[in-house]
C-alpha cells in the first residue's frame, strides 16, 4: 500500500503563491508516475498535473504557467509549486502515484493511490 501525506495548503489572496508538498512511504516506487489532483466545492476530482520518473511533465490546461509539478525521489517527495492563484483554483489538493490515462491523452485521467489532501482557499 501506497502511502502520501501532504503538506502545504493554506489561504491565500488572488495572486498570491503556495507550495504543496507530498510524502510517500509504504510500496511507493520512484520508477512511478506522480501527480495532483484537486476536487473543487460541487465538482468532480480532476488531475491538475503529473510527472514521469524521468522528470516529463503534464499540466491541465487552466494551470499552465501557473503551477510546476516537481519531484525529489531521494525524499520520496512530490511539490507543487502554485503561482499567480485565482479564486477557481480553490479545492482539496490531493497527491497521488500511478497514473492511467486515456489513449492519446497526456494527462492522466485518475491515479491509483490518493493521499487525504490539503486545503487550498484563494479569496478576492
Known amino acids: 500500500q501506497v502511502r502520501l501525506m501532504e503538506s502545504g495548503g493554506g489561504s491565500v489572496q488572488t495572486g498570491g503563491s503556495l507550495r504543496l508538498s507530498c510524502t510517500a512511504s509504504?510500496?511507493?516506487?520512484?520508477?512511478?508516475?506522480m501527480g495532483w489532483a484537486r476536487q473543487g466545492s460541487g465538482k468532480e476530482r480532476e488531475a491538475v498535473a503529473a510527472i514521469e520518473y524521468d522528470g516529463t511533465t503534464t499540466y491541465t490546461d487552466s494551470v499552465k504557467g501557473r503551477f510546476t509539478i516537481s519531484r525529489d525521489d531521494a525524499k520520496n517527495t512530490l511539490y507543487l509549486q502554485m503561482n499567480s492563484l485565482q479564486v477557481e483554483d480553490t479545492g482539496t489538493y490531493y497527491c497521488a502515484e500511478v497514473c492511467y490515462r486515456s489513449d492519446g491523452v497526456a494527462l492522466p485521467r485518475e491515479f491509483g493511490w490518493y493521499g487525504q489532501g490539503t486545503q487550498v482557499t484563494v479569496s478576492e
Open positions: 509504504g510500496t511507493h516506487h520512484t520508477s512511478n508516475c
